[in-house]
């Protein structure tokens, strides 16, 4: 009879478990409707912003093609502002600005700028370059040190070498961008810090081309401080 009783027990508690479990269903319908659609609708937001970022990468690198070629060619005005069938960078950076190629043309962009002397617009999209590449990372904020000291800032521009420095930490950047520094400040008459800048060439990078002839500026500025 035991078994009877709790087999009984048993089952009458799992209908209650299960009415209730309607009962909460019943009651909270709509709610739990609504919040499937939610997820069903963000679920497909993001795989319609993957399909649609993935093909506009495609485009852009197909884009990007013609306007490197000018570029490697020093035709900066058709790199910047294409031929009339192809992109220039100008228009890659504002139409793909999502993208790998669209970020990228921001640095071309303002390289392109800068020898055309166009210093604050090109200031302007070499900002806007934020991909953490190795090589063209530094190369960029070395530019934005150039565009500074054109623009008559040199302790912005200063900043900016030296940072381009640390961040290419390489014996053909690195020396380049603390030899750039060291000559402003010789030239505004800080001899003492235009020596360290000059005594880490020589000491970091001693077989760089700045590192090779580094010794004239260490022995010039040193009669200055004496």
């Known amino acids: 009879m035991s078994k009877k009783k709790e087999t009984s027990t048993g089952i009458e508690n799992v209908e209650q478990t299960l009415t209730k479990t309607e009962?909460?269903?019943?009651?909270?319908?709509?709610?739990?409707?609504?919040?499937?659609?939610?997820?069903?609708?963000?679920?497909?937001?993001?795989?319609?912003?993957?399909?649609?970022?993935?093909?506009?990468?495609?485009?852009?690198?197909?884009?990007?093609?013609?306007?490197?070629?000018?570029?490697?060619?020093?035709?900066?005005?058709?790199?910047?502002?294409?031929?009339?069938?192809?992109?220039?960078?100008?228009?890659?950076?504002?139409?793909?600005?999502?993208?790998?190629?669209?970020?990228?043309?921001?640095?071309?962009?303002?390289?392109?700028?800068?020898?055309?002397g166009e210093f604050e617009e090109a200031s302007d999209y070499l900002k806007k370059y934020t991909l953490s590449d190795e090589i063209l990372a530094p190369q960029a904020k070395g530019l934005l040190g150039d565009a500074s000291v054109e623009l008559g800032d040199n302790t912005d521009g200063i900043r900016l070498y030296l940072e381009a420095a640390d961040m290419a930490d390489n014996s053909f950047h690195s020396p380049i961008y603390l030899m750039k520094a060291g000559m402003i400040y010789e030239s505004e008459g800080k001899f003492e810090d235009a020596l360290k800048l000059y005594e880490k060439i020589q000491e970091k990078y001693p077989e760089s081309n700045e590192g090779r002839s580094i010794d004239k500026n260490i022995a010039r500025v040193k009669l200055n401080i004496d």
Not at 46 to 73: D, G, H, I, N, P
Request: glycine letters at 8%; aromatic letters at 14%; charged letters at 20%.
């Open 23 to 116: 009962q909460f269903l019943e009651e909270n319908y709509k709610p739990l409707l609504y919040g499937v659609i939610a997820i069903v609708a963000v679920v497909g937001i993001f795989w319609l912003l993957r399909v649609y970022t993935t093909k506009q990468s495609k485009e852009a690198q197909s884009q990007m093609f013609m306007a490197e070629q000018y570029f490697a060619q020093d035709s900066l005005r058709l790199a910047l502002y294409g031929d009339g069938n192809n992109l220039g960078f100008i228009d890659l950076a504002d139409q793909y600005k999502r993208t790998k190629s669209g970020k990228l043309a921001n640095f071309y962009a303002g390289a392109c700028l800068m020898h055309l």
